[in-house]
């Protein structure tokens, strides 16, 4: 049983991190950016939102920074799972 759960735990503990794909920015829903994007809570997310509703579209992953609560630190941990694309 143990070696079981000694295979499961590592699964369950790692699994958010590696089936989580990249968001579109520009296009999710709060939601959607706070499930894909950690540390960014439904607060930060609905604040992204509001501010591409605002705004526009966001033309680079850096731009993140003009959003409230959001800082450079945070979009350099998150510059890998942020896509831009708009239609």
């Known amino acids: ?48 939102v509001d501010y591409r509703e605002q705004n526009g579209s966001f033309a680079t992953a850096q731009d993140l920074v003009f959003v409230k609560g959001i800082g450079k630190k945070t979009v350099s941990k998150l510059k890998e799972d942020i896509l831009l694309k708009s239609e």
């Open 1 to 48: 049983m143990k070696k079981i759960l000694s295979l499961f735990i590592p699964f369950v503990l790692f699994s958010g991190s590696v089936f989580a794909a990249p968001v579109n920015i520009n296009e999710a829903d709060a939601s959607e950016i706070s499930a894909a994007l950690k540390g960014i809570g439904l607060k930060k997310a609905q604040a992204i």
